[in-house]
């Protein structure tokens, strides 16, 4: 069995922004809480919220009159609803290939989600962030593209999680590393890429600006460098002792390390992962390990235009055309709607719908988080990526042959933890909505938990396992950052929260054959199991597979790892109170305007020691 100083953690829940909204958005959609329509109003920027001492919400128009619950349905509840989630694309009928998507709802993806960050020109230029404003031009070519925005906002935002500030708990920033996945760069800028003497007014180079906002590499290195301790290039030019301010005791220069990009299609966000866990947790003479990892995905993959969509081809999207053959002769009860038009593992899957997202969580190791009293909300226990391509006679597509991914993640979680495969109760699936990726995911699954039971010896017929996609929940596909928001739910699971199924799911799909029976495919929403364990899978274009596996965190399963016990002993007895706090904290933040320009003040490192 590991030990304490070996296993990685999550600390707090998961930022997200996406089709639906925010995460307290998405929450409430999932719980099916009253209080949908007031988040909804708040992510469109109709009303402010306040939480209360009870934990209670108060909502006020922007001149403070109180909001009533009810009066706020009947008056904007259908365009609300009508502005989230899988939607009609007016500007895309008759001109595009199809005119289905899941951007972000209402003026998120045309400045709202700055406004709502607190991340224009102004705000940055009057905080403590004042010495990077030029990153923040409001000229939308120039400043921070969409997904690099996301990048910010639930990266960032996942620092509501800590009980004090980050660079309190972790004083020296080259301990520190931001760990990101997507699937495309940064698009918004392209169309405005030009050499710089095309500009009317020469006075300053903004081809280099314009080039930055669209890389890919540039969205996480955001965050970064948010958070890290600097001074403006032309200071240090001018003043190179400046720089000495930097050097920490043990002669690192006090800034983080270097961002972790993986793009790797759909599994972007879960191999990132994967690539950075031996990092945190292996040594080697002389090697810093991060002693805490920001582990985020974007994609904007509507932007610009949707242009990306033309790639996808007719077959693998729905469109309005599939929709309307579908319910052809249907009866009014059996129609779909196009809110509910993407159906993995049901005989409707008629293809996908692409949208933007958002995710970032904190990830550090058990010792590290019990010593600094963080609330642990899941242990990491298995991982795992591959390059299989059964299946496929090109490199688009998902394919079969992706089960090693998943049977090195059993096999850690086997070997490292004593979890069997018998254990995973909630698989938070790929499901994209297309009838072959129905099949291939839920093959691949239970080829995996096959050949994960025999290496354990297990002979006995393996329990149903009951299946989540926030995707059918009107997320869309939001490519690289799909495993990451996977990843949200399987903590929502662990922590015994309202937990996501298959929403759109009717009749199963007859071509799943045998490999469906393994799994228990149903619409509702359930409660999570505060015991159990939850594996996240995806299958991506190009052979991309990943696979992250989780365990509930419990004073039992704390303790299985060997901590030091007054370490463990004095964590178990402040616990209740640390996640009350962190559940308080999360909360305000993801219902507050600016948050992310205050996360970002309260947790960057100064410039001096």
């Known amino acids: ?259 972790l990009n993986t793009v790797a299609a759909c599994a972007s966000s879960l191999i990132a992962f994967c690539e950075a866990a031996p990092q945190m947790l292996f040594d080697y003479p002389g090697f810093r390990r991060p002693q805490v990892a920001l582990w985020t995905a974007s994609d904007a993959a509507t932007l610009p235009g949707y242009q990306v969509l033309e790639g996808f081809g007719p077959n693998a999207l729905m469109t309005s055309s599939k929709l309307d053959t579908m319910n052809e002769g249907r009866a009014a009860a059996d129609r779909r709607s196009v809110a509910d038009s993407l159906a993995p593992f049901d005989r409707d899957a008629s293809g996908t719908v692409i949208g933007d997202g958002g995710t970032g969580v904190l990830v550090t190791t058990m010792d590290f988080a019990l010593r600094h009293g963080l609330d642990i909300t899941s242990i990491i226990v298995g991982w795992g990526h591959s390059g299989e391509t059964g299946g496929k006679a090109h490199f688009a597509g998902v394919g079969f042959g992706g089960e090693n991914a998943m049977i090195h993640a059993y096999d850690m979680a086997r070997e490292g933890h004593g979890i069997g495969v018998t254990d995973f109760g909630y698989l938070v699936a790929h499901a994209t909505g297309t009838s072959t990726n129905s099949k291939t995911d839920l093959t691949a699954a239970a080829g995996a938990r096959a050949i994960a039971a025999e290496r354990a010896g297990h002979t006995a017929e393996l329990p149903a396992m009951r299946v989540g996609t926030p995707k059918a929940l009107g997320d869309g596909h939001t490519m690289g950052e799909t495993g990451l928001k996977a990843v949200s739910h399987a903590i929502s699971y662990l922590l015994g929260e309202p937990s996501v199924g298959v929403p759109t799911l009717r009749h199963l799909d007859p071509q799943l054959g045998v490999a469906a029976e393994q799994f228990d495919l149903r619409a509702d929403s359930f409660t999570g199991d505060a015991s159990g364990a939850a594996m996240c899978a995806t299958q991506g274009f190009g052979g991309y597979n990943g696979a992250v596996a989780f365990r509930a965190a419990t004073p039992d399963s704390l303790a299985a790892y060997r901590p030091d016990p007054k370490v463990l002993a004095a964590y178990l007895e402040r616990w209740p109170e640390v996640r009350r706090q962190r559940e308080l904290s999360e909360r305000i933040s993801r219902t507050s305007r600016g948050s992310t320009l205050d996360l970002a003040q309260r947790h960057c490192w100064p410039a001096t020691a």
Not at 9 to 18: F, H, Q, R, Y
Not at 56 to 67: C, N
Request: hydrophobic share 40%; proline share 7%; glycine share 8%.
């Open 1 to 259: 069995m590991l030990t304490s100083d070996r296993v990685l953690v999550t600390v707090g829940t998961p930022c997200t922004m996406s089709a639906v909204g925010g995460t307290e958005t998405t929450k409430a959609l999932v719980a099916d809480d009253p209080n949908f329509i007031l988040h909804a109003a708040f992510d469109a920027g109709l009303i402010d919220l306040a939480v209360q001492a009870d934990g209670s919400l108060s909502a006020r128009f922007a001149d403070g009159t109180p909001v009533d619950r009810v009066a706020l349905e009947a008056s904007h509840g259908k365009r609300l609803r009508a502005d989230l989630g899988i939607r009609i694309i007016d500007e895309l009928a008759g001109d595009a290939i199809t005119d289905i998507a899941a951007p972000l709802p209402h003026d998120l993806g045309t400045g709202g989600l700055r406004k709502l960050a607190g991340l224009s020109y102004a705000e940055i230029r009057g905080s403590e962030l004042r010495d990077m404003h030029g990153l923040f031009d409001d000229d939308p070519r120039l400043g921070p593209s969409l997904q690099s925005q996301l990048f910010a906002y639930a990266g960032i935002g996942a620092l509501a999680a800590l009980p004090q500030s980050l660079a309190s708990i972790l004083e020296d920033p080259s301990l520190f590393r931001v760990v990101a996945g997507s699937s495309f760069p940064g698009l918004d800028s392209w169309a405005e890429l030009k050499h710089p003497n095309a500009d009317s007014d020469g006075k300053r180079d903004k081809f280099a600006a314009r080039l930055a906002s669209s890389l890919a590499s540039h969205g996480s290195a955001l965050v970064s460098t948010m958070l890290s301790p600097s001074y403006p290039l032309s200071r240090t030019v001018k003043n190179p002792e400046l720089l000495d301010s930097l050097r920490s005791p043990s002669g690192y220069m006090r800034v983080p390390q270097s961002p």
